[in-house]
């Protein structure tokens, strides 16, 4: 897996025009129909890493994935970071359409997660590259062939979020070509604060689907690539 983190930096930001005022000053202000305020804040941690999240119960821990059980998350740290994402196991289907072979996602619990600390409501991008794809046994080479993510959708980690959600750019049926990076999310201005699940291969009419030319597939064998995915601080 491929990260590409921007460098940003987080900060909580007080108005230039705001202050507090002093216990002393406001005792001796002249008019008592004003009052103050005052609180110690302290700076998010952005030290440590974010843990994956059940995608179904973002409230609970994430207990696994069946088909991803070696998978503990990315451990990034950083004011914003990709903190989880699967591996997808695709299994072929049993027909053959013509010259066309298929295959569908076998995860049930399969999401990215994105953690965005920053703070200041600036954006980001979420785009992933799949990879040609290479025989186990003979090292040959897939490159006619494509993918789709199936229905997906964001969840946010908690319910009451003041954010805006991020938005799914491509369709479930839309089809990414292998080697090509494709932009597949977006959190626009003031969307996408902390931390936010991308639910993937949830909705049984419409899973994530690979379709391969037959005449590249030489013998039996697993094929296996891999699916770079990147996160921007572009909004």
Same mark, same amino acid.
């Given at each position: 897996?491929t990260?590409?983190l921007?460098? %940003? %930096?987080a900060?909580?930001?007080?108005? +230039? ?5 002093? +216990?002393?000053?406001v005792?001796?202000?002249a008019?008592p129909? $004003? ?7 302290? =700076? ?9 999240v059940? &995608?179904?119960? &973002?409230?609970g821990?994430f207990?696994g994935?069946p ?5 503990p ?5 950083? +004011?914003?970071?990709l903190?989880?994402?699967?591996n ?6 049993a027909?053959l359409?013509?010259?066309l072979?298929t295959a569908?996602g076998?995860n ?12 200041n409501?600036?954006?980001?991008? !979420?785009? %992933?590259? =799949? ?16 993918? /789709? !993510? ?14 805006? $959600? +991020? ?5 479930g049926d839309?089809?990414? &070509?292998?080697?090509?990076?494709? !932009? ?5 201005k003031?969307a996408?604060?902390? /931390?936010?699940?991308m ?5 049984? $009419? ?19 690539g891999?699916?770079?995915?990147? !996160?921007?601080? /572009? &909004?």
């Amino acid at each position: 897996m491929t990260k590409t983190l921007a460098s %940003v %930096v987080a900060a909580l930001v007080l108005g +230039p025009s705001l202050a507090f005022a002093s +216990p002393r000053e406001v005792a001796s202000a002249a008019d008592p129909s $004003k009052t103050s305020a005052s609180t110690v804040l302290t =700076p998010g941690d952005t030290d440590t890493d974010v843990k994956p999240v059940d &995608p179904d119960n &973002p409230d609970g821990n994430f207990t696994g994935d069946p088909e991803d059980p070696d998978n503990p998350g990315t451990g990034s740290t950083g +004011p914003l970071t990709l903190d989880y994402v699967s591996n997808i196991k695709f299994k072929q289907d049993a027909r053959l359409t013509g010259r066309l072979i298929t295959a569908t996602g076998m995860n049930t619990k399969a999401f990215v997660q994105i953690s965005d600390r920053r703070y200041n409501g600036h954006g980001w991008k !979420l785009y %992933v590259t =799949p990879s040609l794809m290479v025989g186990q046994k003979d090292h040959s080479v897939i490159s006619a062939a494509s993918f /789709t !993510l199936g229905r997906s959708k964001f969840t946010p980690r908690y319910a009451d979020t003041v954010s805006g $959600k +991020p938005t799914v750019t491509v369709a479930g049926d839309q089809e990414l &070509p292998l080697g090509i990076s494709a !932009l597949v999310a977006q959190a626009k201005k003031d969307a996408g604060l902390g /931390t936010w699940i991308m639910r993937l291969n949830y909705q049984p $009419k419409l899973l994530a689907r690979l379709f391969v030319n037959a005449n590249q597939v030489t013998k039996q064998q697993q094929y296996a690539g891999e699916f770079s995915w990147q !996160l921007t601080d /572009t &909004p």
